[in-house]
């Protein structure tokens, strides 16, 4: 059954820590997305890459977040140092744009919830 | 700006009651629209979509249509049970395949 895989599931971190979060998208996909789940804000997209190479990070704060594709069987969001409003819960999604308009399904991983104390 | 507005949360029904989510949504063209559904502990999941004008999605027993006159894509569903209980997003989409998600619904459904 293929699926998005994140880790860690869970973290818990003291602010000004390094904090490092990891997908592994589905097989094939060529898409992959990381968006931040907050009660206030709901679901924000952070950065997003296709074919490994950046699309767009606009909604990522850049002075202490950063996003990679070390390889296509991996995507890392990478936070430095750690805040307590970066609390949140942490998505990656990943997909295959279909025919001309791209439209396709996400498929989503079950976040990784940060917690910065 | 561009985006993606969804009712208020929560709602709250009794199993087998009928179920409207509204969703409305701005922008130019004619984007593509979803419904996702979010498990406790999980990630999303697409419920439905509908690619283009007067298209309606359907799946589980939902649907929703996708009206241009109205700008809306809400979800509906004749006869809701306790499982249907869960958080329930619109999105649109938007360049470069990326989703723009509303702020979600929690439904809660009661024996």
């Known amino acids: 059954d293929a699926r998005v895989t994140q880790t860690p599931r869970h973290k818990v971190t003291e602010m000004g820590q390094e904090v490092t979060m990891r997908c592994q998208p589905i097989l094939g996909h060529n898409t992959v997305f990381w968006y931040r789940q907050t009660m206030m804000q709901g679901l924000e997209l952070l950065a997003y890459f296709r074919n490994r190479a950046p699309l767009d990070d606009s909604g990522m704060p850049k002075d202490r977040f950063s996003a990679e594709m070390p390889d296509a069987t991996l995507a890392t969001l990478k936070i430095q140092p750690s805040e307590p409003r970066d609390s949140a819960v942490y998505f990656c999604?990943?997909?295959?744009?279909?025919?001309?308009?791209?439209?396709?399904?996400?498929?989503f991983g079950e976040g990784s919830r940060l917690t910065v104390l | 700006g561009n985006s993606v507005t969804q009712m208020e949360g929560p709602v709250t029904l009794s199993e087998e009651a009928f179920l409207t989510i509204n969703c409305t949504y701005t922008a130019t063209g004619y984007p593509s629209l979803f419904w996702y559904v979010q498990y406790p502990g999980e990630g999303l999941q697409l419920l439905l979509k509908?690619?283009?004008?007067?298209d309606k999605g359907s799946n589980k027993g939902f649907e929703a249509t996708y009206r241009k006159e109205t700008t809306s894509f809400h979800l509906e569903k004749g006869s809701v049970q306790v499982s249907d209980s869960a958080v329930y997003f619109c999105?649109?989409?938007?360049?470069?395949?990326?989703?723009?998600f509303g702020k979600g619904t929690s439904l809660l459904v009661t024996p």
């Open positions: 999105a649109r989409e938007d360049s470069g395949y990326a989703l723009n």
């Open positions: 999604a990943s997909g295959l744009p279909t025919g001309g308009t791209g439209t396709g399904e996400l498929f």
């Open positions: 509908a690619t283009k004008a007067d």
